[in-house]
């Protein structure tokens, strides 16, 4: 099966354009603020790139068979995004699997395999690149608060997976708060992390730095409130951003470009760190296809009509 695995990667700023029912029947789809993938086996895939290409999308990346598969390890470890291995898009990818596992159309041979690149992905997270978390998100959020000496009356904004993180890295400080909109996940991850809830967006005025965690196709932070801003730091990690404002750097608001700026630079142990995931990623690859090969028992027609 593996030899018919194909990734087709759109572009950020490529003009959306749904698929037919169809296709999008047979494709597993994955969309971020950095690409959006469709992934499939036998003729399916060539279909959606000929609907793409008709339409004017061209200039797509495409990646077959053993490419493929080293191609969409190496996007769910975090190293074809532009901090290298950060973590957000693992768990992007493991949140679309389970929504299109509950499609009437799940292609149970397409979900073997995502759920071993999956199982392989968080294998080269834990053996090759755990070390370099510092440089995710939460870790660059966090160096920002210490370069600009904040170290009390803190505020996360959100309580989701992006929140946890950047709770665990700041939590040796004593003076740090969450809100979020759902009362129940609020009282969670305080209670996880032992510190104060604060409503939903109100007192802000009372803390020193504000990271917010929230993505969402709203802003929640606009020119009035940047306007009544006097405070230090803002973070925004959102995806997409819910932040509107002009002010940048100097004016103590970080966003996400900014942080992913801070995170360029690697020491050599950590630039061989990635160079030992690359090569696992390639060994589990070549141990997948060598494998499937010789065990899996679908041939091509079933491919073709699974």
Known sequence: MYDTLTAINLAPGTPCLDLPVELRARLFEMSTCQRRLFIGLGVWPDKALAFLNDRGRHGLSVHFGTDAYIY??????????????????????????????????????????????MRDGKEIKCKYLQSIGQYSYAGLAKRVLQKNFISDRILIVGTGALARDTGTLL?????LSFTGRNQEKLE???????????????????????????GAEEILFGPTFFEQWNHKIFIDLGRPSVIQTSKGVGDGVYRLEDLVTLGQRFDEAKLLQIQKAHQAIHELTHKRFFGAFATFPFGWEELNFA
Do not use: M
């Open 72 to 117: 969409l390890l190496e996007v769910i470890t975090g190293l074809k995004s532009r901090l290298l291995g950060e973590s957000e898009v693992a768990g992007q990818f493991k949140k679309a699997y389970d929504q299109y596992k509950r499609f009437s159309h799940f292609n149970s041979v397409t979900g073997q395999i995502i759920e071993k690149l």
């Open 171 to 175: 939590g040796k400080y004593d003076d």
């Open 188 to 214: 969670e991850i305080c209670k996880k992390f032992d510190r104060s809830a604060t409503p939903w967006l109100t007192g802000l005025e009372n803390f020193s730095a504000i990271i917010n965690t929230v």
